[in-house]
T-cell receptor, first 112, second 111 residues
């Protein structure tokens, strides 16, 4: 079973601060995705990273895939209250049985 | 283009009953996946259907089943409900496997 561990589990910060969320596994994934979920809604895909070492930027969000494709990080610069939500990483396994394995999630609260 | 819709949004059942949840994918999407989300276990994969065939299955007991119709709409069924089945059940549709679009979920409470 492939497991993805996210840290921290909970994060409460002030508006304007920077933060980093980590997603780690002992398994190699063909690609990794980050989602954000708000209360009463399903997760929304933010980004997919495919190549080891890849860095993608989405406005104030920076996503990095580890060189060995076992881990990833999400860095938010100058967080805003609108960034509040549950951040989930999800790995896509290689091979024929491709399915998403989700991390446990990081609940981010950005206080005004 | 309309998003993924799930019905009902909320459901309350008692132990031992069965329940059927429905998911309508985005038009043109042939793959539908189901997930269970709980505070303790997070988001766990139940199964995926593609063109009316179950393509992948997660590690859930046989009480959890699903099906997909020719119009790609999907249903999942849980029989003999247990308290631990209380969860948010999410459906996701995709055109390409690596881009899944989630519905708002069905919140199931088992009393």
């Amino acid at each position: 079973t492939q497991l993805l561990e996210q840290s921290p589990q909970f994060l409460s910060i002030q508006e304007g601060e920077n933060l980093t969320v980590y997603c780690n596994s002992s398994s190699v994934f063909s690609s990794l995705q980050w989602y954000r979920q708000e209360p009463g809604e399903g997760p929304v895909l933010l980004v997919t990273v495919v190549t080891g070492g890849e860095v993608k930027k989405l406005k104030r969000l920076t996503f990095q895939f580890g060189d060995a494709r076992k881990d990833s990080s999400l860095h938010i610069t100058a967080a805003q209250p609108g960034d509040t939500g549950l951040y989930l990483c999800a790995g896509i396994s290689s091979g024929s049985a491709r399915q998403l394995t989700f991390g446990s999630g990081t609940q981010l609260t950005v206080l005004p | 283009k309309a998003g993924v819709t799930q019905t009902p949004r909320y459901l309350i059942k008692t132990r031992g009953q069965q329940v059927t949840l429905s998911c309508s994918p985005i038009s043109g999407h042939r793959s539908v996946s189901w997930y269970q989300q709980t505070p303790g276990q997070g988001l766990q994969f139940l199964f995926e259907y593609f063109s009316e065939t179950q393509r992948n299955k997660g590690n859930f007991p046989g009480r959890f089943s699903g099906r997909q119709f020719s119009n790609s709409r999907s249903e999942m069924n849980v029989s003999t409900l247990e308290l631990g089945d209380s969860a948010l059940y999410l459906c996701a549709s995709s055109l390409l496997y690596n881009e899944q679009f989630f519905g708002p979920g069905t919140r199931l409470t088992v009393l």
